[in-house]
């Protein structure tokens, strides 16, 4: 069965560096997730993206996130240069289209900043 | 109440007993899904239901909805130790332009003895 794959599976950095978090959803997908889980707390909305651009975003979703399908199966969640709050587990999810609601999530990467 | 708060916030029974969660959202919905996350590890989708739907069945899950009480229920039965895990409601609220961006609960820890 496809699923959502997410690289790398954790990631540790020091504060202020960039990170790029990878997903690749499933094949023939059209919306796109990214989602956030700090340790302990619930799931959050960061972005959503369909057909090329972001729909949808968060407060917290700020100028220090971008996303991007650099080509036609990649979908990044960069981090321009992380805080020690954005330490959390990442999730991208992925939905088929219109008429089908079901978000498929990948397993996660843990970004732990230092 | 949080949209998506699930209660309770932590339950623990014997295997094959059965495992009862209530979710409890504040705005009008397009649907309410319901995931399972095991320790540390990636959301799985269990099953989604309609806001024009009243229940639906999956294997061992049965979930209800009930739009006039905001709320929905999910009943596992005939519990397995394998079911031990945390469960989260999601709300897919309903507003023109939404692109289906989930609102997630606290979620329900279960812990299932053997």
Partial sequence: EPEVTQTPSHQVTQMGQEVILRCVPISNHLYFYWYRQILGQKVEFLVSFYNNEISEKSEIFDDQFSVERPDGSNFTLKIRSTKLEDSAMYFCASRPGLGTDTQYFGPGTRLTVL | SQQGEEDPQALSIQEGENATMNCSYKT???????????????????????????????????????????????????????????????????????????????????????
């Fill in chain 2, 28 to 114: 009008s919905i397009n649907n309410l899904q319901w995931y399972r996350q095991n320790s540390g590890r990636g959301l799985v989708h269990l099953i989604l239901i309609r806001s024009n739907e009243r229940e639906k069945h999956s294997g061992r899950l049965r979930v209800t909805l009930d739009t006039s009480k905001k709320s929905s229920s999910l009943l596992i039965t005939a519990s397995r130790a394998a079911d031990t895990a945390s469960y989260f409601c999601a709300t897919d609220v309903f507003y023109g332009g939404s692109q289906g961006n989930l609102i997630f609960g606290k979620g329900t820890k279960l812990s299932v003895k053997p």
